[in-house]
């Protein structure tokens, strides 16, 4: 891209400004650029309040850290408490089934439950009821909601029926 003579010139004439207006500009911006900032003017113009000077704290002097200062906090063990839902019903889910890459025979996979917990599940078609634990598992199939090991599912189902309705709760 070339540029015309004028639009050349036009630049050059707006470095020149900027190098001589720059410094003239911040000389007049008020008083020594070393301390700008750490003072703080009032209504009356006579009258400067320094609201902190490099100058001002020694090193021997460094102010207390506001943050340490009070109660000394509870001493933490690692664990911590978890608190589960008031509500036994996990929902209604479509469940299908997995062999879990050979997991034991009694878990399952309900990404809505909390992990680890025993899980009752109920065939809405036929009323069986059957327990699992709750597992971590990294998907889920299309249009499915829960997994059960093949073992959990043919206690409440036949494989062909799958995918089946199902009423999860946290199993007493």
Known sequence: MSLSTFQRRRIAVLGLATLILF????????????DSGNTAVTNNPASVTTILSSNSISEDESPAPI???GPAPIVQDGSALIAYPAVDLVGTLIATFSNFNNAPEIVC????????ITLRVTNINNGRTTNCTNVYQTSLPGGITAV?????????????????????????
């Open 148 to 172: 059960l090991h093949t073992k959990v599912f043919e206690r409440i189902s036949n494989l062909v029926d799958a995918p089946i309705p199902v009423n999860v709760s946290i199993s007493p």
């Open 109 to 116: 996979f309900v990404p809505t439950a909390p992990y680890g």
């Open 67 to 69: 943050i340490l200062s």
């Open 23 to 34: 410094p003239l500009f911040r000389s007049f911006g008020g008083g020594d650029p070393s």
